[in-house]
């Protein structure tokens, strides 16, 4: 395993080009008292480049979602009594994901026993990339297995206590102490399977090789950030970038963003949207030092 040090360009586009050549995302995500979480993934897939993203909510929060989202479609599917994602849906789900060239799921899911049990069926049975985060990742605590019968690229963005519960660490410190040998042995083996493990330094690796991200601060570590760089590696992602390049764009940009957010607001008063506020500044910046 090597360690890579160069960053993917981001190319301009193209003069003739239309939506559909930016990739089409599927956002999973939402549950009842979390439907900021899917939001924000949305809306920064689409500050990430994506062309069109679709957001599937549970149908009773359908309304709260659609008032908050203006450039974002909206997908209303069936629910639990908590209004959370319910098996009925599965179907339908799978079905609708075929027509989009990438999944983001997790953001705000819950951990509703019903929903775990959904996600996990997706994950063995949906034929296009995915991200995975959050709620997502949890789901798999008790079945880690499910990750080798994942049929197509999956990028896992755990921070470090979802890490330690799908590898059965279970302190936070001991998965800090040996963060990159912990990374390694989860991707060995595993050819479809891009780790993000999200911390200071945010580490990026498959079996070959592995990245160590030198953007962002503090003030970052906020409810909603992880929630935004899902959405940026997913847009990335349905951008033709391989699933290493995504993930690398991702955690670069949105660190890059949330220093360029902590010069404005500081630290401390330093929130989510402000990240997402600042993605434009992030990738125009990176563009015009690339070019």
Same mark, same amino acid.
């Given at each position: 395993? %090597?360690?890579?040090?160069? /960053? ?13 050549? %930016?990739?089409?995302?599927? #956002? ?10 899917? +939001?924000?993934? &949305? ?27 203006? +450039? ?30 990438? $999944? ?5 899911? &819950? =951990? ?59 302190? #936070?410190?001991?998965? =800090?102490?040996?963060?990159?040998? /912990?990374?390694?042995?989860? #991707? ?44 940026? /590696? ?6 033709? %970038?391989?699933?290493?390049? $995504? ?21 401390? &008063? ?10 434009? &500044?992030?990738?125009?910046? %990176? ?5």
């Amino acid at each position: 395993m %090597y360690e890579v040090k160069d /960053i993917p360009k981001i190319q301009p586009r193209k003069p003739d080009t239309h939506k559909g050549d %930016y990739g089409k995302v599927f #956002v999973l995500a939402g549950s009842c008292g979390m439907t900021g979480a899917a +939001c924000l993934c &949305s809306n920064a897939a689409l500050r990430a480049g994506a062309g069109i993203v679709t957001l599937g909510i549970p149908e009773g929060l359908h309304g709260i979602v659609a008032s908050k989202l203006t +450039c974002v479609m909206t997908r209303p599917l069936p629910e639990t009594p908590s209004k959370t994602f319910s098996e009925l849906g599965r179907q339908g789900i799978l079905d609708f994901s075929r027509s989009f060239d990438v $999944a983001a799921i997790g953001p705000g899911l &819950s =951990q509703h026993p019903e929903t775990k049990k959904l996600v996990q069926w997706l994950l063995q049975t949906m034929d296009i990339p995915i991200v995975l985060d959050a709620d997502g990742i949890n789901a798999l605590a008790d079945s880690p297995e499910i990750v080798d019968r994942i049929k197509q690229p999956v990028i896992l963005t755990p921070h470090p206590g979802e890490m330690g519960r799908l590898v059965g660490v279970p302190s #936070v410190r001991d998965v =800090q102490a040996k963060r990159l040998e /912990i990374a390694g042995q989860f #991707v060995k083996g595993r050819n479809k399977v891009t780790l993000v493990l999200k911390g200071r330094q945010t580490i990026v690796m498959n079996e070959e090789k592995f990245f160590i991200n030198t953007t962002g601060n503090p003030g970052m570590a906020t409810a909603g950030a992880g929630d935004v760089l899902t959405g940026m /590696i997913a847009a990335f992602l349905g951008q033709q %970038y391989t699933p290493f390049e $995504a993930a690398q764009l991702g955690v670069y940009l949105h660190g890059m963003a949330g220093d360029i957010a902590a010069r404005e607001k500081g630290e401390i &008063s330093l929130i989510a949207t402000d990240i997402l506020d600042n993605l434009h &500044s992030a990738i125009m910046g %990176y563009q015009k030092n690339i070019f």
